[in-house]
C-alpha cells in the first residue's frame, strides 16, 4: 500500500518546528479559532491562502473551487459563509482570484472539457455580461485577465446578494467585502477597489428591503 511516507515524513519535521518555536501553538490552536477572515479563492495549487497574506493557521478561514465562485445553489459556498459570518464571526470576506487561471482559460475556449463545463458556464455569463469591453482587448493574455478581475467582481456582488450577508448588515454588524486579484508571476496582490460594507451600497435589484435579521437563510 502507497502510504505517502514522505509526505507524513514533511508533516512531523513542520510539527515539531512548530513547536519548538512556540511549544503551545498547538495546544492553543485546538481551543478554538477565531479568524478574522473568510477566503473565496481558487482551488489552484498554487494559490495558498495562509502563505499568500502570510498568517498562520487559525487565522484565516478558507473556502477554494474551480476559479473562486459564489454560485447561488452552492449549498457548500454558501454553508461556508455563513458558517464564518454567524459562527466565527468574521469581519472580512475576501474574494481572491487569480492570473493564469485555468478556469477562466477553459471559460474561453470552444471545447468540451467534459463535467466541469457545467461549473465554467457561470464563467461563461460573466464573459457574456462584459463581453464588449473584454472582445475591445486585442492581447490575449490581457483579455483573460480582465475576464480574471471581471469574474472576482461578480462574485464579490454574488456574496452580496445572498441573505447570509444582508441579515448581518440589517443587524447592524460589521461586515466587509473584498475583491482581490492575486499574480502568480511576482506573489503580488492587486486590491480591485471593491469594498462592499453595507446594505446602502446594493443595487435595488438584489436588495432585500423588508429581510429580518431573525430569518432563516
Known sequence: MQTLKNLL???RIW???IRTQNPNFFTDLAHQQMPEYLWIGCSDSRVPANQIVDLQ???IFVHRNIANLVVHT???CLSVIQFAVEVLKVKHIIVCGHYGCGGIKAAMESKVHGLIDNWLRHIKDVYRYH???IDAVENEQEKLKLLCERNVIEQVANVCHTTIAQRTWKAGKELSIHGWVYDIEDGILKD???CVTGLDQLSSTHLLKHY???DSI
Open 9 to 11: 515524513d514533511s508533516n
Open 15 to 17: 510539527a515539531e518546528n
Open 57 to 59: 493557521p487559525g487565522e
Open 74 to 76: 452552492d449549498l457548500n
Open 131 to 133: 463581453q464588449a469591453t
Open 192 to 194: 480591485l477597489g471593491v
Open 212 to 214: 429580518r435579521a431573525k
